[in-house]
């Protein structure tokens, strides 16, 4: 006759096909996040082309389009004076690296911003490098082990 409950080799039994159900779905949420870091580093970098053209840099200094980041939201925003442009989040698993000087101001006369934005996830990580004289950041992708 049998009692209440399971026995050990029950518990055993689900606890093995837990673990195994774990072990296969691991891989697939960092390939997720990986995925969210190349969409979201490839959005910025198309921000910051558009932003960084005509209409928004005009000769005259009427618009001077910022990027601002916004640490403690994780977000950044870009604005033509108190207009703003584009606001995005960045994902979740997608941790960031910036400067403390982590503005852009797109002047029409100077790119006068250089510096790096690091952003990874798990041991992949995406460094935009700016250098003075150009808006267009240099995008370096390194694959961990």
């Known amino acids: 006759m049998?009692?209440?409950?399971?026995?050990?080799?029950?518990?055993?039994?689900?606890?093995?096909?837990?673990?195994?159900?774990?072990?296969?779905?691991?891989?697939?949420v960092r390939s997720m996040d990986r995925l969210?870091?190349?969409?979201?580093?490839?959005?910025?970098?198309?921000?910051?082309?558009?932003v960084g053209q005509a209409p928004y840099v005009a000769t005259d200094a009427s618009?001077?389009?910022?990027?601002?980041?916004?640490?403690?939201?994780?977000?950044y925003?870009?604005?033509?004076?108190?207009?703003?442009?584009?606001?995005?989040v960045v994902p979740e698993g997608v941790d960031m690296s910036l400067p403390t000087n982590s503005e852009i101001v797109f002047s029409h006369?100077?790119?006068?911003?250089a510096g790096q934005w690091k952003f990874y996830s798990g041991t992949t990580m995406v460094?935009?490098?700016?250098?003075m004289g150009t808006y267009e950041?240099?995008?370096?992708h390194v694959e961990g082990k």
């Open 2 to 28: 049998r009692q209440d409950g399971y026995t050990l080799i029950e518990t055993a039994a689900v606890l093995v096909m837990l673990a195994l159900l774990l072990l296969m779905a691991t891989p697939v």
């Open 36 to 50: 969210a870091l190349f969409d979201f580093a490839e959005v910025l970098v198309s921000d910051i082309a558009e």
């Open 63 to 75: 618009c001077v389009p910022r990027l601002r980041w916004y640490i403690k939201e994780r977000r």
């Open 77 to 88: 925003q870009i604005a033509c004076g108190m207009t703003p442009i584009v606001s995005r």
């Open 109 to 113: 006369t100077a790119a006068t911003y």
């Open 127 to 131: 460094t935009l490098k700016f250098r």
């Open 137 to 140: 950041p240099e995008v370096l």
